[in-house]
């Protein structure tokens, strides 16, 4: 059951596609990585000015992280129990266009076409130009996100994109070229691979193994965390477990993750 939050005429809802067990030490190589838990895999539905946004499609029914998921990819089963159908999204957007964050984009039984047949699908121009001309990246975004541009429903978008009157993207560029988070509303910021683990919360310096540009997706994790910190700011953190939504606070000296109550 996917968890919903309204706040201010904004709705965000926490969307689940599988999770897994990772080895955190390959996540985090020259960290150590001494952390527990799950991988989530989320993404996220912002209903707001009258418009059904999905933030980013999880890994979708054709690709797995190494070693495979735990929990299956569901993210339509979820979107159904919010009472959201493919039909029903006006705009998919993407904070990075890893094959984590583009799976159910496209049906790829022929016709290969948009599983979301309304939508326009909103793409970080500076991931576009990086990933779309090379050779070496993975088929999930080969298969899910290059055809966007022939399918005709690609819209390439820069810092300050207003995706609805209340939801802008703001590039936070490190984990790739055109990494983007997106504020809702006045106080929500979906903060896309910003951190993959709570405890990077802490240790901002931690270097995720798919981090494009390691000291620029620190120096943008320490900003962003640090402004969500000081503002009191609803988060989303897709990797984080679900609801993947909460607040980042410190207690104790410490910065920590303070999940919302689901209940
Ligand atoms: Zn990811």
């Known amino acids: 059951?996917?968890?919903r939050i309204g706040r201010g005429g904004v709705e965000i809802v926490a969307l689940r596609d599988g999770d897994h067990t990772p080895?955190?030490?390959?996540?985090?190589?020259k960290d150590g990585g001494d952390c527990e838990g799950c991988l989530n895999f989320g993404a996220f539905l912002v209903i707001a000015d009258g418009k059904t946004v999905l933030v980013d499609t999880g890994w979708g029914p054709h690709h797995e992280p190494p070693g495979g998921l735990t929990a299956p990819a569901g993210l339509l089963a979820d979107m159904a129990s919010a009472g959201v159908g493919p039909d029903d999204v006006d705009l998919v957007v993407f904070t990075h266009l890893h094959p984590d964050h583009v799976g159910w984009n496209l049906i790829l039984d022929p016709p290969v076409r948009p599983r979301f047949?309304?939508?326009r699908y909103l793409v970080p121009r500076e991931d576009w130009l990086h990933y779309n001309v090379r050779d070496d990246i993975h088929p999930g975004i080969v298969e899910q996100a290059l055809p966007l541009e022939r399918l005709g429903v690609l819209q390439l978008i820069d810092d300050g994109h207003r995706v609805t009157s209340s939801i802008r993207a703001?590039?936070?560029?490190g984990h790739t070229p055109g990494h983007t988070v997106y504020a809702a509303g006045d106080d929500t910021l979906l903060l896309g691979d910003l951190a993959h683990h709570p405890d990077v919360l802490e240790r901002t310096r931690w270097h995720q193994r798919f981090d494009w540009n390691p000291e620029e997706a620190v120096a943008t994790r320490e900003k962003l965390l640090d402004q969500a910190e000081r503002e009191g700011t609803l988060v989303g953190l897709g990797?984080?477990?679900p609801p993947s939504l909460g607040h980042v606070i410190r207690k104790d000296g410490r910065r920590?993750?303070?999940p919302l109550e689901t209940r």
């Open 1 to 3: 059951m996917a968890f």
């Open 23 to 29: 080895d955190w030490i390959w996540h985090f190589p």
């Open 117 to 119: 047949p309304r939508a």
């Open 170 to 173: 703001i590039a936070a560029p």
């Open 239 to 241: 990797h984080f477990p």
């Open 256 to 258: 920590i993750w303070h």
